[in-house]
Antibody, heavy 121, light 107 residues
Framework: QVQLRESGPGLVEPPQTLSLTCTVSGDSINSGSYYWGWIRQPAGKGLEWIGRIYTSGTTNYNPSLKSRVTMSVDTSKNQYSLRLSSVTASDTAVYYC?????????????WGQGALVTVSS | DIQMTQSPSSLSASVGDRVTITCRASQSISDYLSWYQQKPGKAPKVLIYSASSLQSGVPSKFSGSGSGAEFTLTINSLQPEDSAIYYCQQSYSSPLTFGGGTKVEIK
């Protein structure tokens, strides 16, 4: 069973860059036709897809965040990462990493526990 | 972007009831739809993918139907542990988008 775990600072000052890493365990990040995504959820609100990355390095970002988002993957460490620049208070949320399956009818079948990131000075 | 609209936004039902949640897409998405259950403080969990396929390990009391632009999630024999927020998600086109959620409470 694949497990995912987010890590990174819980507090980020505006307008700095939010950086999170997702560590995948239980299987190689390279195995299977999967993609690796990030989703966020402000407190008491719904889910927002941030983007996804394949182990080839191909990325696909939400246009609403595209100018500020960078994702990368490190297959040697079985990790992938999210960077969100120029953060504001509206970026405060729980950030989830999740494994995507079922191409092309993509769904997220494994999720991390979530990492609360607060943007505040 | 494809907008996903869920109804109702919340409901209250009794133990043993059958509950139906609707998700409407702003355009046809074929069967590129998934359903998730989220309990407080936890990550979402996928219940249904491809509109009607039950994810491995999910009880058969959960079922999904629909295609095109209208979909339903049905929960049979509602139990206290089914109290949660349920989300639909489309993967027909990028960006992937989620519905606003339906909160299911037990009377």
């Amino acid at each position: 069973q694949v497990q995912l775990r987010e890590s990174g600072p819980g507090l980020v000052e505006p307008p700095q860059t939010l950086s999170l890493t997702c560590t995948v365990s239980g299987d190689s990040i390279n195995s299977g036709s999967y993609y690796w995504g990030w989703i966020r959820q402000p407190a008491g609100k719904g889910l927002e897809w941030i983007g996804r990355i394949y182990t080839s390095g191909t990325t696909n970002y939400n246009p609403s965040l595209k100018s500020r988002v960078t994702m990368s993957v490190d297959t040697s460490k079985n990790q992938y990462s999210l960077r969100l620049s120029s953060v504001t208070a509206s970026d405060t949320a729980v950030y989830y990493c999740a494994k995507g399956s079922g191409f092309p009818k993509l769904f997220f079948d494994n999720w991390g526990q979530g990492a609360l990131v607060t943007v505040s000075s | 972007d494809i907008q996903m609209t869920q109804s109702p936004s919340s409901l209250s039902a009794s133990v043993g009831d059958r509950v139906t949640i609707t998700c409407r897409a702003s355009q046809s998405i074929s069967d590129y739809l998934s359903w998730y259950q989220q309990k407080p403080g936890k990550a979402p969990k996928v219940l249904i993918y491809s509109a009607s396929s039950l994810q491995s390990g999910v009880p058969s009391k959960f079922s999904g139907s629909g295609s095109g632009a209208e979909f339903t999630l049905t929960i049979n024999s509602l139990q206290p542990e089914d109290s949660a927020i349920y989300y639909c998600q489309q993967s027909y086109s990028s960006p992937l988008t989620f519905g606003g959620g339906t909160k299911v409470e037990i009377k």
